[in-house]
């Protein structure tokens, strides 16, 4: 899953560690996500697209798949 998280902290000046205490997670789930390595689950997504003032489609968008 892409995800824009990386772009929209930086926006704001916000640390990976500043928004890992307002979601409730750790700075390494905040990194995991933003590299693409965890996605998160739906409760984190809709504190992540709140806290944003985005719709989780917004933030998150599934990868292209070959078929």
Not at 1 to 19: F, I
């Amino acid at each position: 899953m892409h995800n824009r998280l990386k772009v929209l902290r930086a926006e704001r000046n916000w640390s990976q560690a500043y928004l890992a205490e307002a979601l409730g997670v750790s700075r390494q789930t905040v990194n995991a996500i933003e590299t693409g390595k965890y996605d998160p689950s739906l409760p984190l997504a809709f504190r992540i697209a709140h806290l944003f003032g985005a719709s989780i489609e917004q933030i998150f968008t599934p990868e292209e798949t070959l078929s």
